[in-house]
């Protein structure tokens, strides 16, 4: 999901994508804490995706400001 897409998702659902509503873990009398490590370990490997997109847009960037200034 792209990070356009995943704001509007938080911005209409309050919560992350594949991740329990707080309405779900109450009634649901909590969350197993192994089922929780995993959705969490998910969300890390997904905001570590984000990074590295971003770094290598940033990188893109900075050399093309290079290009530009040696003109």
Do not use: C, F, S, W
Request: charged share 30%; aromatic share 4%; hydrophobic share 40%.
């Amino acid at each position: 999901m792209n990070l356009a897409d995943l704001k509007r998702y938080i911005y209409a659902n309050k919560h992350l994508p594949d991740m329990p509503t707080e309405k779900e873990v109450l009634e649901d009398n909590g969350i197993e804490i192994g089922q929780m490590q995993l959705l969490l370990l998910k969300k890390i490997e997904e905001q570590t995706l984000y990074i590295l997109n971003l770094q290598t847009q940033i990188d893109a960037l900075r050399k093309q400001l290079e290009t530009l200034e040696k003109k």
